[in-house]
């Protein structure tokens, strides 16, 4: 269904999955100066092949790009571009499924003797003869017990793993779709033999790319560190995080996939939620995980907050100093808005601007600027050193340098003494300025301050 570009995602209804605004792979070039003076690095791309949906989480090949987004050519040209810029590419694959509408079950449905037919499960209870993902036709099951399923999806040199890494694409790496459920079907779990073997394929092929999957932190044994380098962690950050800013959201749809309101956290709660997370994961799959404040499948977190841009940046500041790599929802720095996951996915109006919030993307500049410079919050440790109702502060430390972190969700006195950590200021990088190391002070509204700290002399 074709829509305009500064149309709202209907969302709901039978045009749902098929709503189509024109965004192409070009568009994405010709706004890579946005992401360079935004301070990003990377760009991570939900599915870009060709589907029945304009979602593409039903893929119907993974050996092209889709041609709406401007094919292979396309995908060459911007990986290219982004190259010169220092923009790294990162794609989306769906290891669990494919979708109706690709060759291997379509000759799977036509030759039960083909090899095709042993990459799905079969059931002939079911309507359509096979298990798909929740139960849906269009999104068949792939079954890992075939040896030439494998090799195809990883193992191989041109396998679709492997592929898309080298030249022309060189993609960086991988996101996971539902890497909780790839090659787990009823009593059978093949989940570590599959992420492991992707894991060595893309070792293989570039050591450097980065593999994450959504819903690995469901299971903490899966970010053991031999198989995703991390999760998109919502459990030990965003869902925390939402709870303690939460300020009468405009959310729709329950707390992110739960039939629940967003709960109301204390401090307390949050740092709770976030230690019980990290205690159950090595550091190395921490660090090693996207953080987020919202995604494409949820409410943005400006309507989290109730439109307040004091509580968003204040997020946002818990987001870029916090250990993880910063990952932000396109449009979440110009404060666009969305009610729950299909309204997120907004289009940005890059013709009008009045809708975009300026002074809070020159904060967000600000704090990526000092993520992105600073040893401690690239390589530091996590030491939280006083948790509150409504503020929370927490120590980076690494050998290099240390800093400190304030993250207020409202008004409130900061009373901090540094000097029972060794520590006393040394350069104001974020907020408020002070001398010595006592901090004290009154806050206006939800706020974030960062300082540089020097070891006090003994």
């Known amino acids: 269904m074709r829509k305009t570009w500064t149309d709202l995602p209907a969302g709901r209804g039978v045009n749902t999955s098929v709503e189509y605004f024109g965004g192409?792979?070009?568009?994405?070039?010709?706004?890579?100066?946005?992401?360079?003076s935004l301070g990003a690095s990377?760009?991570?791309?939900?599915?870009?092949?060709?589907?029945?949906?304009?979602?593409?989480?039903?893929?119907?090949?993974?050996?092209?790009?889709?041609?709406?987004?401007g094919g292979d050519e396309a995908l060459f040209a911007l990986s290219k571009a982004a190259s010169k810029k220092g923009i790294r590419i990162m794609g989306d694959l769906t290891t669990n499924h494919c979708g109706a509408g690709h060759p291997w079950i379509k000759k799977a449905l036509a030759d039960s003797k083909s090899k095709e037919h042993g990459f799905f499960y079969w059931d002939k209870s079911v309507k359509h003869g096979y298990e798909g993902w929740w139960g849906l036709a269009s999104l068949p099951k792939l079954n890992y017990s075939s040896p030439i399923l494998r090799k195809l999806m990883w193992e191989s040199r041109n396998s679709v793993v492997r592929?898309?890494?080298?030249?022309?694409?060189?993609?960086?790496?991988?996101?996971i779709d539902v890497g909780n459920m790839t090659g787990r079907y009823k009593d059978?779990?093949?989940?570590?033999?599959?992420?492991?073997?992707?894991?060595?394929?893309?070792?293989?092929?570039?050591?450097?790319?980065?593999l994450v999957a959504e819903n690995a932190d469901q299971f903490p044994g899966d970010l053991d560190g031999f198989g995703w380098h991390g999760t998109m962690n919502y459990n030990g950050f965003m869902r925390p995080v939402w709870g303690w800013l939460k300020n009468n959201p405009e959310v729709e749809g329950g707390f992110f996939g739960l039939p629940t309101k967003v709960p109301e956290f204390s401090g307390h709660e949050m740092v709770s939620a976030m230690r019980m997370f990290n205690a159950g994961i090595p550091w190395r799959a921490l660090v090693a995980s996207m953080l987020l404040l919202n995604s494409h499948d949820t409410a943005r977190f400006r309507n989290v907050v109730g439109g307040d841009?004091?509580?968003?940046?204040?997020?946002?500041?818990?987001?870029?100093?916090?250990?993880?790599?910063?990952?932000?929802?396109?449009?979440?720095?110009?404060?666009?808005?969305?009610?729950?996951?299909?309204?997120?996915?907004?289009?940005?109006?890059?013709?009008?601007?009045?809708?975009?919030?300026?002074?809070?993307?020159?904060?967000?500049?600000?704090?990526?600027?000092?993520?992105?410079?600073?040893?401690?919050?690239?390589?530091?440790?996590?030491?939280?050193?006083?948790?509150?109702?409504?503020?929370?502060?927490?120590?980076?430390?690494?050998?290099?340098?240390?800093?400190?972190?304030?993250?207020?969700?409202?008004?409130?006195?900061?009373?901090?003494?540094?000097?029972?950590?060794?520590?006393?200021?040394?350069?104001?990088?974020?907020?408020?300025?002070?001398?010595?190391?006592?901090?004290?002070?009154?806050?206006?509204?939800?706020?974030?301050?960062?300082?540089?700290?020097?070891?006090?002399?003994?």
């Not at 592929?163 to 996101?175: F, N």
């Not at 989940?191 to 790319?209: F, H, K, L």
């Not at 993520?371 to 690239?378: D, E, I, M, Q």
């Open 24 to 36: 192409d792979l070009e568009g994405v070039k010709e706004h890579l100066d946005h992401i360079t």
């Open 42 to 69: 990377g760009i991570y791309f939900t599915p870009f092949f060709p589907a029945s949906s304009t979602h593409r989480y039903d893929a119907s090949s993974f050996d092209k790009v889709d041609p709406l987004l």
């Open 163 to 175: 592929k898309w890494l080298r030249a022309p694409y060189s993609m960086a790496g991988w996101r």
């Open 188 to 210: 059978q779990d093949l989940n570590r033999e599959v992420m492991r073997g992707i894991r060595s394929a893309m070792d293989t092929e570039n050591s450097d790319a980065w």
């Open 309 to 458: 841009a004091d509580r968003h940046l204040a997020g946002m500041g818990l987001l870029l100093t916090y250990p993880g790599v910063p990952s932000i929802f396109a449009g979440d720095e110009i404060g666009l808005r969305g009610a729950w996951g299909e309204d997120a996915r907004r289009t940005i109006d890059w013709n009008d601007r009045s809708d975009w919030d300026f002074d809070f993307l020159e904060q967000v500049k600000k704090l990526i600027a000092i993520r992105r410079s600073s040893n401690a919050f690239a390589s530091g440790g996590l030491r939280w050193v006083q948790v509150k109702d409504n503020y929370v502060a927490f120590l980076r430390e690494s050998k290099k340098e240390n800093a400190l972190v304030v993250v207020a969700r409202k008004k409130t006195k900061i009373d901090l003494d540094l000097s029972k950590y060794g520590y006393q200021h040394q350069k104001t990088l974020f907020g408020v300025d002070f001398e010595g190391s006592v901090l004290q002070y009154v806050t206006a509204a939800a706020e974030v301050g960062i300082w540089q700290l020097a070891k006090t002399k003994r």
